[in-house]
């Protein structure tokens, strides 16, 4: 059965702290695995990792997929409370951009 | 430019009644999918759609039906609501690319559904 798991579950820093979120699959038909934030309604795409070892990055956020360890993990450096959120890990699995989500990890940031 | 939306936004229904929830986007997208997100599971596909007319069974289909009359619509019925159906649902699009793979999925803001 496939499966996507991110840990932590939940996260509480300090504003300026640095943070990584992991995120662990085990799919079959990998095609690529993607980020998402969510802060009160729809989640918002961060990132989409189709190869191993290659850094994305957009601001203070950047991620990396290993392909044969079958992880990936968001940073996030210096924290600011609007990076307050659920950080949602999901892949895309098959040929029909189905995507099978992890729980979340909710990272709440004070000032 | 509205991309994903979705109505109602919240509703409140007694067990036993029925009710469809709207998924509207403008973005001409291929694919549609309707997702159930409940506190510490992520969200959770219910079902999808490759295109009009087409739909398919996701990972928790049971208790919803689909229909893809047209392209920029999905909707998704309960036909007799349990308090276990009692969720935010999302509903998504996205766009197959000529290398294969897909755009990102785009979503709207959920429904907010009470079963009592």
């Known amino acids: 059965e496939d499966k996507v798991v991110q840990s932590p579950l939940s996260l509480v820093v300090h504003e300026g702290d640095t943070v990584t979120l992991n995120c662990s699959y085990e799919?079959?038909?990998?095609?690529?695995l993607l980020w998402y934030k969510q802060e009160k309604k729809a989640p918002t795409f961060l990132f989409m990792l189709?190869?191993?070892?290659i850094e994305k990055k957009s601001g203070r956020l950047s991620s990396i997929l290993d392909k044969k360890e079958l992880f990936s993990i968001l940073n996030i450096t210096a924290t600011q409370t609007g990076d307050s959120a659920i950080y949602l890990c999901?892949?895309?699995?098959?040929?029909?951009?189905?995507?099978?989500f992890g729980q979340g990890t909710t990272l709440q940031v004070k000032p | 430019n509205a991309g994903v939306t979705q109505t109602p936004k919240f509703r409140v229904l007694k067990t036993g009644q029925s009710m469809t929830l709207l998924c509207a986007q403008d973005m001409n997208h291929e694919y549609m999918y309707w997702y159930r997100q409940d506190p510490g599971m992520g969200l959770r596909l219910i079902h999808y759609?490759?295109?009009?007319?087409?739909?398919a069974k996701g990972e928790v289909p049971d208790g919803y039906n689909v229909s893809r009359l047209k392209k920029q619509n999905f909707l998704l019925g309960l036909e007799s609501a349990a308090p276990s159906q009692t969720s935010v649902y999302f509903c998504?699009?996205?766009?197959?690319?000529?290398?294969?793979?897909?755009?990102?999925?785009?979503f709207g803001d959920g429904t907010r559904l009470s079963i009592l």
């Open positions: 189709t190869s191993s070892g």
């Open positions: 998504a699009s996205s766009q197959p690319t000529l290398r294969g793979t897909y755009q990102p999925q785009h």
């Open positions: 759609s490759v295109g009009e007319g087409t739909t």
């Open positions: 799919v079959t038909n990998f095609r690529s």
């Open positions: 999901a892949v895309e699995a098959g040929n029909t951009g189905k995507l099978i």
